[in-house]
């Protein structure tokens, strides 16, 4: 079956502006996370939707959002992009979070100019 | 205190031995524990689970897990040079997995 597609894979944005982030997830999967990931910081959390929820969140500013629609396909939305930001983001996904694992995707690799 | 540590590496065996990773972790809501690797510029891939006190054998990957001591290890047997990559230990707080640093193996032949 596919696994996680998120795109895109790479994206270039400037200072200041805002990004949006696609992930699908893996069919029949309801439990969505978004992660950043840094070689100073290693793997943070940012968020996990749950049936359209939002289950769990992170220690990120505001700026970082996120949403999942009714098919279980999230988005996430940073605004006001900084250079801190530039990071690989990766979306990973569940059938519900708690009683299997997560697969991740390839994820995007986000560079903030 | 980070809320997950692994030992830290890098760390070197010779093909054919046993590889043993190490992960302690802080809170004690987490049921399920995951190990992933995570092969140079590529994304982490889920290779365990663990969910009760005990051991686990998958294979050449063993897990165990001692909730009491807040405690989980990888045991990777007849190591090989395709083992070599950063391990992660994911403890599961409900749907929000706290990632430790990793701990980078490497086999050599």
């Known amino acids: 079956k596919a696994g996680v597609t998120q795109t895109p894979r790479y994206l270039i944005k400037t200072r200041g502006q805002q990004v949006t982030l696609s992930c699908s997830p893996i069919s029949g999967h309801r439990s969505v996370s978004w992660y950043q990931q840094t070689p100073g910081q290693g793997l943070q959390f940012l968020f996990e939707?749950?049936?359209?929820?939002?289950?769990n969140k992170g220690n990120f500013p505001g700026r970082f959002s996120g949403r999942q629609f009714s098919n279980s396909r999230s988005e996430m939305n940073v605004s006001t992009l900084e250079l801190g930001d530039s990071a690989l983001y990766l979306c990973?996904?569940?059938?519900?979070?708690?009683?299997?694992?997560?697969?991740f995707g390839s994820g995007t690799r986000l560079t903030v100019v | 205190q980070k809320e997950v540590e692994q030992n830290s590496g890098p760390l070197s065996v010779p093909e054919g031995a046993i590889a043993s990773l190490n992960c302690t972790y802080s809170d004690r809501v987490s049921q399920s524990f995951f190990w992933y690797r995570q092969y140079s510029g590529k994304s982490p891939e889920l290779i365990m689970s663990?969910?009760?006190?005990g051991d686990k054998e998958d294979g050449r990957f063993t897990a165990q897990l001692n909730k009491a001591s807040q405690y989980v290890s990888l045991l990777i047997r007849d190591s090989q040079p395709s083992d070599s990559a950063t391990y992660l230990c994911?403890?599961?707080?409900?749907?929000?997995?706290?990632f430790g640093q990793g701990t980078e193996l490497s086999v050599k032949p």
């Open positions: 990973a996904s569940s059938w519900d979070g708690t009683s299997d694992g997560y697969t």
């Open positions: 663990i969910y009760s006190n």
């Open positions: 939707y749950f049936s359209e929820t939002q289950r």
């Open positions: 994911a403890p599961n707080q409900g749907g929000k997995l706290i």
